[in-house]
């Protein structure tokens, strides 16, 4: 099989045909400009994202796993964040060059998001009804009444008991489940096609994790939306994600279906991952976490920015960044020996 | 869904690196994931420290606030280097003389005393009060507040009904009617005293908080787990980590008992003449502000500058000693 | 809420008893003798000595006095001065004056404040922000009794903007004064906004309001602005009851006769009932307003619940 694929290199992973998916991220790059040098958070970051699909992308912390979703959000703040290259294409149109008020009417309304630690997310001195029909009132100009009626079903939908009688709760009186459930509420509103769920379990207990990661995936199955799924648990990826994107220091890794990549990966780091989580089926073996620790993204190593880490690292990994390639169809993996990695 | 797998290697126990996103906080990237956050009280002050002072040394505020206050304190130390007339020595026949007559720089006053040989007299007064009323102050609240702050109990409370007690009058208020209770002579030490009586509360309510929230960090807990004693504990592992806004308010408040100084011997119920003080001179001012407003002006300006300097020195250290600032 | 309120009125008592104690001593503990005091050059016979000292508890230990006086305290009698005139009298014509001049003082603070802390959060480090930061530091440094002096000789002497002291009808003439007064507080305000709004700014909730689809206009007016606030609304409140007792150096200035000017001429001329009387007047304002500020709060805050 590898010997079928070795030849085929693509430059990048870009859709071909702009406008062919629901949300097109290409070339993005993100950087902040602080005192003590600017960090590269996001370097020519291209993916994409179809209806009714589940993209999970998955990362250590400082991967830029975020700083993307806050890109396509268009709440990254100026400064010190720049967006120094790429376009993020919405139905075909590109949200980084329309007008504010253009853009502001996607927000919420088309892509909407929910974030990881809904206590802080959420003002602490509006209830939770206002928080919610605060979206209907922006976006759809409907009366206050009406929109608290509209939250209060959502709240339902959201499987939150007793919902009427909880619309003038605040946050701080909801456990963190039933608060991410708000926040879910409060994204869902207006029918959102793209949601992006940025590590929405992490903070909350394991079980409660379970229930919440039930109910994202019942409300797309409901709606058909597509589901972006920011987060660094394996286990959660392996189970919901149609495809994985593995980022690293900034840039995809690797990419492509979800039991390709997770049965055969073809990227050490996506490797080194696998290892370094416990498995039930594996009793007895050893974990071999990855050694050393993210690069610095104010200083990002040359070549392949994971080379440091890396056990088979040689020299031309110090001196070459290796271009993220089509290895397999459908597949990409920036490596320069991903082949061997396939099929070892 | 099995139990979640952690990609990353080095998550602390309490969840602070996960509830981390990858914000490109700086600091954050700069340190390696595998910090360990039972670290001891002594690395991470170390760090706060020269975090600190490498953050200071840039500012330029600092810079310029220091060395104004470093001529202040020699001024103060040693007035004969800026002046060799003696500020006492008056003749009547100058009386109110402008700045510049007889080559003097800044005038005469009523006494025809020299006013530029009294300014700078003038600054030992305020330094010294300052760095007196703040001195006693910080030790009153830092023993008190560190006691209250870690053992809570019956101590506290009782702590925080007398300073409650003090809170309700006013530093000015408060001083005036001790001072006005003093018979004799009433000094530099009296009125420091007064001062003191009247400062201290802020000081220790600070250091009172945040030795309690120091307390509860994870920290502390590993080095009581190790079976360190209380002492060893309040000194070497609250207190360094505690300290920092209190000595923040503290330069500050070296500024506010300088001013508070100038006001009480404005009033007529601090010094008493023959002391020089900037207070003093500006009430002596007071009758001729009309003809001769240079000896309202000069003194009041060397008085606003000092206090200037340290509240810019209190407000450079906050900025490099609060990193949620920066 | 009922409860919160009882305790902490009950907490109160011994600081009101502590803080009045501590005023009593300090007046009246004074070696000096008032009564002599009061005659001036001319000796008074030892009749009338005896007579006034016995009047006045001036023979009773210090904790007799005091707990005599507190008797009277809780009738509402405030004592009479060496004039035989009742404190409470002076009180009720001085109060007016002060509570007139405080409230112009927050009236600047409140406004301009929080104008210039608002424009300047919202801009952080803009010309603007490092203006209000020079301005505020400049004001701070600058002792209330030196600004109210330079004020009064460019505004009022020189200018005639203003009456250069006294009271006159209508609010014009505290304008000045007030301003005076609150200056310092003011610059705390301006400062206190600022620094309230851009740490709320940063806020996870605020980055969600924007993630909502909202007009800035609104993220900033309803979810920064509604949090930031609540710093300083309570500052302004805790200081209108620290005001009264601050216009002691305000009021000497532009010669006003509120309480602070009466409470220090008490000082100079030993009137000891009314000093105790107006310093007991002044901590109770500002234990009073403190307790309307924590409850406040809760309105304000609705994470703030009270057991």
């Not at chain 1, 994600?241 to 690293?248: E, L």
């Not at chain 1, 696998?274 to 073996?285: H, I, L």
């Amino acid at each position: 099989m590898a010997d079928l694929t070795k030849s085929v290199t693509a430059p990048a992973l870009r859709p071909t045909v702009p406008g062919s998916h629901l949300l097109e991220v290409d070339d993005l790059s993100v950087e902040f400009r602080t005192d003590y040098g600017t960090v590269r958070a996001v370097n020519a970051l291209s993916y994409h994202l179809d209806n009714g699909e589940t993209l999970a992308i998955l990362g250590e912390s400082g991967s830029g796993k975020s700083v993307s979703a806050q890109a396509i959000m268009g709440i990254i703040d100026t400064p010190p964040g720049y967006i120094t290259s790429g376009q993020i294409r919405y139905q075909g149109r590109d949200l980084l060059t329309m007008d504010k008020a253009e853009q502001r009417a996607m927000r919420g309304a088309e892509i909407a998001i929910v974030f990881q630690d809904a206590l802080s997310a959420l003002n602490p001195v509006f209830t939770v009804g206002a928080q919610i029909a605060e979206m209907f009132q922006v976006h759809r100009g409907t009366s206050k009444k009406e929109a608290l009626a509209h939250a209060a079903e959502l709240m339902d939908r959201v499987r939150i008991p007793s919902a009427k009688s909880r619309l003038k709760d605040y946050p701080h009186q909801f456990s963190g489940g039933m608060r991410q459930r708000v926040m879910m509420a409060m994204a869902l509103a207006l029918d959102p096609k793209v949601l992006i769920a940025d590590e929405p379990t992490t903070a909350l207990d394991v079980t409660v994790q379970a229930q919440i990661m039930e109910l994202l995936l019942n409300l797309q199955a409901e709606n058909g939306m597509g589901l972006i799924l920011i987060t660094h648990d394996l286990g959660v990826v392996g189970e919901v994600a149609d495809r994985v994107a593995v980022m690293y220091a900034g840039r995809i890794v690797e990419t492509g279906g979800i039991h390709e990549v997770f049965g055969s990966p073809a990227h050490p780091y996506t490797v080194g991952l696998m290892n370094s989580v416990p498995r039930v089926d594996q009793r007895g073996q050893r974990l071999s976490p990855i050694i050393g620790s993210p690069p610095n993204l104010a200083d990002i190593p040359p070549g392949c920015s994971f080379h440091p880490r890396c056990p088979r690292a040689e020299v031309a990994c110090r001196e070459e960044r290796p271009p993220l390639r089509e290895i397999v169809l459908g597949r990409q993996a920036a490596c320069h020996f991903a082949e061997e990695i396939l099929d070892a | 869904m099995s139990s979640p797998p952690n990609v990353s290697s080095g998550q602390g126990q309490d969840g602070s690196l996960l509830r981390s996103s990858d914000a490109p906080d700086p600091t954050q990237s700069r340190l390696p994931v595998t910090t360990d956050d039972t670290s001891t009280g002594g690395d991470r002050q170390a760090s706060l420290w020269s975090d600190a002072w490498r953050q200071l040394r840039r500012n330029p505020i600092f810079i310029v606030a220091s060395m104004l206050l470093l001529v202040l304190a020699v001024m103060a130390a040693f007035p004969q280097l800026f002046t060799n007339t003696d500020p006492r020595s008056c003749d009547l026949a100058n009386s109110r003389g402008g700045p510049g007559t007889n080559g003097a720089w800044f005038g005469y006053d009523l006494q025809g005393c020299d006013y530029y040989a009294n300014v700078i007299y003038g600054a030992r007064v305020s330094m010294t009060i300052g760095v007196f009323v703040v001195g006693s102050s910080l030790f009153i609240g830092v023993v008190l507040g560190a006691l209250a702050g870690f053992y809570g109990g019956w101590f506290d409370s009782l702590m925080s009904r007398i300073t409650d007690i003090f809170f309700g009058l006013p530093l000015i208020l408060g001083a005036i009617l001790l001072l006005n209770a003093f018979t004799g002579e009433r000094g530099t030490f009296q009125v420091g005293l007064a001062l003191i009586a009247f400062g201290w509360m802020t000081i220790l309510r600070l250091l009172r908080s945040s030795v309690i929230s120091v307390k509860a960090a994870d920290y502390v807990q590993a080095a009581r787990a190790l079976g360190a004693n209380d002492w060893r504990i309040i000194t070497t592992h609250i207190l360094p980590n505690a300290i920092a806004p209190v000595l923040v308010y503290a330069t500050i408040l070296i500024g506010g008992v300088i001013a508070a100084e100038a006001t009480l011997s404005f009033l007529g119920i601090g010094l008493q003449l023959p002391a020089i003080s900037w207070g003093l001179q500006i009430n002596g001012a007071r009758n001729f502000v009309r003809t001769s407003p240079y000896l309202l002006l000069i003194p009041s300006a060397f008085l606003s500058a000092t206090v200037l300097c340290f509240i810019m020195l209190g407000d450079a250290l906050r900025d490099a000693l609060d990193p949620k600032l920066r | 809420m009922g409860r919160y309120i009882a305790r902490r009125l009950l907490l109160t008592i011994p600081v009101l008893l502590g803080s009045t104690f501590l005023i009593f001593a300090m007046v009246y503990a004074l070696p000096g003798d008032p009564i002599a005091a009061l005659a001036g050059d001319r000796p008074l016979a030892p009749g009338v000595v005896a007579e006034l000292k016995d009047r006045y508890n001036l023979n009773d230990p210090l904790l007799v006095q005091y707990g005599k006086y507190l008797g009277a305290l809780l009738q509402g009698d405030l004592g009479t001065d060496f004039a035989g005139r009742s404190v409470s009298e002076t009180v009720a014509e001085r109060l007016p004056v002060t509570v007139k001049l405080a409230l112009v003082a927050v009236g600047f603070e409140a406004l301009i404040g929080l104008i210039a802390g608002v424009l300047a959060g919202i801009r952080k480090d803009s010309f603007f922000d490092n203006l209000v930061l020079v301005t505020t530091i400049a004001v701070v440094s600058v002792p209330v009794f030196v600004l109210g002096f330079v004020a009064q000789i460019t505004l009022a002497l020189r200018l005639n903007l203003f009456p250069i002291s006294g009271i006159g009808e209508g609010l014009y003439s505290y304008l000045l004064p007030g301003f005076v007064l609150g200056s310092l507080s003011l610059a705390v305000v301006a400062r206190l906004t600022r620094t309230s709004l851009v740490e709320n700014l940063r806020n996870d909730y605020v980055r969600t309001a924007r993630a909502k689809g909202l007009p800035p206009r609104t993220v900033l007016a309803k979810h920064a602005l509604r949090n930031s606030l609540i710093p300083v609304v309570t500052f302004l409140g805790a200081d209108l009851g620290a005001l009264l007792s601050g216009a002691i150096v305000t009021e000497g200035i532009f010669n006003i006769p509120g309480l602070g000017r009466t409470v220090f001429q008490a000082v100079q001329s030993g009137e000891g009932a009314v000093v105790v009387g107006v310093v007991t007047l002044f901590i109770f304002f500002y234990i009073v307003f403190n307790l309307v500020i924590d409850i406040a709060y809760a309105a304000l805050d609705p994470r703030i619940r009270y057991e």
